[in-house]
């Protein structure tokens, strides 16, 4: 525990032992760690954008750093995500820990997105890296190890060791298909998790694995992917999800979303990291009261199991037609940042 910790939780012991000593009917809030919980931002497309002459600004109009930005805005963790081999270099190994090296000097934590691919892995698809493309099953499993031992190694040679990694990316039916497709092979999902997961601990026992599957409100899907990855033997710390409701229909979709939270942790016994959120960016007010309401379910389950909440790439603006960032067309945060400042 840090010194701040301890100077809170001496402050709070002091004060009440002074309510009981005097009688005093003060009711005490739980005491909660703002360091704890995340609120988080995925800002992968960062380096592109400034490499593209993209410009960041702060509610005022100041011109600044975007993870600086993000940081005032009460972001303290930022999301980035690993690819093998890209084509234009974007989200490679040295793109991916220079990102990192910005976060960890801003005093960020660090979540490692592993899609496994040299481009976009989502429930749609899942390729392989062309690399790995010919390999038998036991290599890929064993390729899969060495490259996230490799890749965890080289943030470590820097400084940085993450506290989050997402083994796979909106793994819904496995990874690496057709090997890992877990309606068909749910055994060698499960084993590439696990080689993802020992390839971590190897780097570091603090580092927390995510398997992370996208709508977080489809509590038969959740059930399915982690029953049987639970049946096969497969090692994670953490349940992960995505939620992206529309401005219409959030209330519905964050309600379905604590039910399977609350059902997932009480089943696996693993806390829940939401780690992508978005909305349309036209929608920004509607996006804040989606936000904070989902942060505040997220604080409700038992035992301190709800993780954070992570934003993909708020930063985007007028960028590759992507309608759902918090930023407006002239580089500023939207109201939706709100909802992390409290």
Not at 78 to 94: E, F, M, Q, Y
Not at 128 to 139: E, G, I, R, V, Y
Not at 156 to 184: C, F, K, Y
Not at 223 to 239: P, Q, S
């Amino acid at each position: 525990m840090k010194t701040s910790s301890l100077a809170i939780v001496s402050v709070f012991i002091l004060f009440s032992s002074a309510c009981k000593k005097s009688g005093s009917n003060v009711q005490l809030p739980p005491m909660q760690d703002s360091a704890f919980f995340a609120k988080g931002a995925d800002v992968s497309w960062l380096s592109q954008m400034e490499a593209n002459n993209y410009s960041f600004y702060d509610p005022n109009g100041n011109k600044n750093d975007c993870l600086q930005i993000l940081k005032g805005l009460g972001v303290n963790s930022i999301r980035l995500r690993a690819w093998v081999n890209p084509s234009d270099g974007w989200c490679n190994t040295k793109d991916l820990v220079e990102k990192a090296t910005r976060a960890k000097n801003l005093g960020l934590r660090i979540m490692i997105d592993f899609h496994y691919s040299d481009s976009w892995a989502d429930p749609g698809k899942q390729n392989k890296p062309l690399a790995w493309d010919s390999l038998s099953t036991p290599d890929l499993v064993t390729t899969l190890h060495d490259y996230t031992h490799h890749v965890l190694d080289t943030l470590r040679s820097n400084g940085i060791i993450p506290q989050w990694v997402q083994v796979g990316n909106e793994t819904n039916d496995g990874m690496l298909w057709e090997d890992g497709r877990a309606s068909t092979h749910m055994s060698t999902f499960a084993n590439l998790v696990t080689a993802g997961y020992n390839a971590c601990k190897e780097i570091s026992d603090s580092i927390q694995v995510i398997v992370h599957i996208s709508n977080g409100y489809d509590n038969t899907l959740f059930r399915w992917v982690f029953d049987g990855l639970t049946a096969n033997g497969g090692k994670f710390d953490i349940i992960g999800m995505s939620l992206y409701p529309s401005s219409s229909g959030w209330q519905s979709l964050n309600t379905q979303c604590l039910s399977n939270m609350t059902d997932l942790a009480s089943r696996y016994g693993k806390p829940i990291m939401i780690s992508e959120v978005g909305m349309d960016v036209t929608a920004a007010a509607d996006c804040e009261l989606f936000l904070k309401d989902l942060i505040t379910k997220a604080k409700s389950l038992p035992g301190n199991k709800g993780l954070g909440v992570f934003y993909w790439e708020p930063e985007a603006y007028n960028w590759k037609g992507y309608p759902n960032g918090a930023f407006d067309i002239n580089g500023k945060p939207t109201v939706a940042l709100s909802a992390f400042s409290n």
